[in-house]
């Protein structure tokens, strides 16, 4: 075997590892159940998934290039953006939000963002977004039964089934 003949085959095998390589990214990011996206450093979206168009209720192509500010309660918006800039400098951050959806509906979601680097620079941030507005209120509903608990006259305990008491007002 001459050397053009063992380049052309190393080079053929790097590409079809690199090929590979590209399509467990696309598959773990195109069929994740999670919203999954990603934003240049001036916090515009260059890619999403299915998840990110439900949760927002935009289509993919109204997305990307749009700020994910956007997407955001004005009450939280400072602290995100603050988020956001501690990703773009190599942080990486979890958090609670508020998500403003198309028409306006909001829907709470836990947000974690990380640094993408490439060759040793940050070139940008991921987003994974997981929607958590029933386990809001779920746990809304128990608060305010706890509280009205709370205000009873009567004394009240609940107990499991084997009599260890759970909760007392």
């Known amino acids: 075997?001459?050397?053009r003949t063992e380049y052309h085959?190393?080079?053929e095998n790097a590409l079809t590892r690199l090929a590979a390589s590209e399509q467990h990214y696309r598959s773990l990011f195109d069929h994740n159940f999670d919203a999954v996206y990603s934003l240049d450093l001036d916090g515009a979206f260059t890619t999403v998934n299915q998840a990110v168009e439900a949760m927002s209720g935009?289509?993919?192509d109204e997305l990307i290039g749009m700020p994910f500010t956007r997407h955001i309660d004005p009450q939280h918006h400072e602290a995100r953006l603050g988020n956001?800039?501690?990703?773009?400098?190599g942080e990486a951050v979890n958090y609670d939000t508020v998500v403003v959806r198309k028409n306006g509906e909001t829907r709470h979601a836990n947000v974690t963002n990380l640094p993408i680097i490439v060759n040793g620079r940050i070139v940008g941030v991921y987003g994974i977004a997981r929607g958590n507005t029933e386990a809001r209120r779920r746990?809304?509903?128990l608060a305010q039964h706890a509280a009205l608990l709370d205000k009873a006259q009567d004394a009240i305990m609940v107990h499991s089934l084997d009599h260890h008491v759970l909760f007392w007002n």
Do not use: I
């Open 1 to 3: 075997m001459n050397d």
């Open 9 to 11: 085959l190393r080079y």
């Open 139 to 141: 746990e809304e509903a």
């Open 58 to 60: 935009y289509t993919r």
């Open 84 to 89: 956001f800039r501690r990703a773009a400098a």
